[in-house]
């Protein structure tokens, strides 16, 4: 059996890797007032066919470390991985596709929704490319009328590599 190799939606992701300063803005409901978040992330490639993202971060009132991993699923034809984060006990599942563009990365996740109750809803992160050092992520939420809410923006600037 040969081992896979590398697709182009393996080389889109290695795009990711390298050293980031994070900060974003959380609304958790249209009613509430934004908060920020600001942190550090490392992106790493294990192998050629899968990165593993590594966060820390703070609110004003807590701190919340993070890995996110990312592979290519060449026979589900789609984009697959996880996120877990020290504050929270769900295990994120990711399945997703690039845009016709390929700018953008739109994965999907079963998670808790944010009423405490436990119901699962549908979640959705768009990875976007700005620039080569510029990425954002902006995360939805399935409201139970079938709307997306946006409840997140996350801006990663890649860091110079120190020699």
């Not at 080389?11 to 509430?32: A, F, I, N």
């Not at 984060?85 to 599942?93: A, E, F, V």
């Not at 990425?135 to 997140?152: A, I, K, Y």
Request: charged content about 20%.
């Amino acid at each position: 059996m040969q081992p896979p190799h590398a697709t182009a939606e393996h080389r889109w992701l290695q795009r990711l890797t390298g050293h980031w300063t994070v900060s974003s803005e959380c609304r958790m409901s249209p009613d509430d007032p934004p908060f920020q978040c600001t942190g550090t992330e490392v992106v790493r490639t294990l192998g050629e066919l899968w990165i593993l993202a590594e966060g820390t971060g703070s609110t004003p009132d807590i701190g919340c470390d993070s890995v996110m991993t990312l592979g290519y699923d060449p026979e589900q034809r789609a984009f697959t991985g996880t996120f877990v984060g020290s504050k929270m006990t769900h295990l994120w599942l990711y399945r997703g596709q690039l845009s016709a563009d390929g700018q953008q990365l739109i994965l999907e996740a079963e998670g808790p929704d944010f009423s405490g109750t436990g119901t699962l809803t549908t979640f959705r992160d768009i990875i976007q490319w700005m620039n080569e050092n510029h990425r954002r992520m902006t995360s939805l939420v399935q409201n139970p009328d079938g709307q997306w809410q946006h409840f997140m923006t996350t801006d990663y600037l890649r860091q110079p590599t120190a020699f």
